[in-house]
């Protein structure tokens, strides 16, 4: 084990930072929320991590997307995303994939070779057919809802696509995986009313939808807790349990104290 997850070892063991290490995760997506997946899935030790998106870094992106800097604008966000994972892990192994997923590009990816799958990426469509191929290959999928607009990061939760309230993305995507008969699927969504941006400088093009607000809070704090839901998959890892074994080893210490006493 590689002392840089030292830490997590004291609280998950070295046999599920040993886990964490040889599994493979896709990641769609490498803006507000998907880079802090990214992020935070090498900081935990996650041995091979697929990075998809056709973007470049912009000085827009410099508010919220944890990958972003000055010293990087104009540049491949799969290939700062490598370098960002590879200087955190370099025994990581990082597959670049200079794409957007949409219905026309999903062919390219075999999601059997995944033990698990994020969606952070912005189109309905190309979110739509994620699911899909997901739950067709059998592999673990965790789709991220709305994070324009809104501010507060207390409000996001993750649950059940069929759970969901308030968020106007998450309505959308229920409508639309229920007509394709899809039972369920794990989402992070938020239950804060999106704000009305104000005008500002940067307009929408012709015919797209008009650009979001955004903050330093609400999409990095999403990609924290899908990295976190998918960190708790991969090991098997029940905080609930865990706190009850802690609870009863105590106690035992404490019952062996009064006895020695």
């Known amino acids: 084990m590689y002392e840089q997850f030292s830490r997590l070892a004291l609280l ?8 964490l290490s040889k599994v493979r995760v896709a990641v ?13 899935l090498a900081r935990s030790g996650v041995g ?19 990958l972003s800097t000055m010293h990087v604008v104009g540049r491949s ?25 949409l219905p026309e590009t999903q062919d390219q990816f075999d999601f059997s070779e995944y033990d698990y799958v994020v969606d ?12 899909l191929k997901a739950q067709k290959e059998g ?36 409508k639309e995986l229920k007509k394709r008969h899809v039972k369920k699927c794990l989402v ?12 500002g400088e940067e307009k929408a093009g012709a015919g797209k939808r008009s650009v979001p607000g955004s903050t330093a809070f609400v999409p990095p704090v ?19 349990a865990r706190y009850e074994e802690d609870e009863k080893r105590r106690l035992a210490e404490r019952e062996a104290m009064k006895q020695k006493g």
């Open 139 to 174: 592999c673990r999928i965790i789709s991220s809802m709305g994070c324009g607009n809104k501010v507060d990061p207390t409000r996001l939760m993750i649950d059940d696509i069929y759970r969901t309230t308030v968020d106007p993305l998450a309505r959308v995507m229920r």
């Open 12 to 19: 998950f063991g070295e046999e599920a930072i040993e886990r």
């Open 77 to 101: 966000k799969v290939e700062v995303a490598k370098e960002r994972i590879l200087a955190i892990n370099p025994n990581a192994v990082v597959n670049m994939h200079q794409t957007f997923f």
């Open 222 to 240: 999403a990609g924290i807790m899908i990295a976190w839901r998918v960190v708790m998959d991969l090991i098997g890892f029940d905080p609930k």
């Open 120 to 131: 952070a990426i912005d189109t309905v469509s190309g979110k739509i057919a994620l699911i």
């Open 188 to 199: 992070l969504y938020s239950t804060e009313k999106a704000l009305k941006p104000y005008e």
């Open 28 to 40: 769609f997506g490498a803006g507000g929320v998907g880079g802090n997946v990214i992020e935070a």
């Open 48 to 66: 091979t991590i697929d990075v998809i998106d056709n973007d470049e870094f912009a000085v827009s992106n410099l508010n919220r997307q944890v």
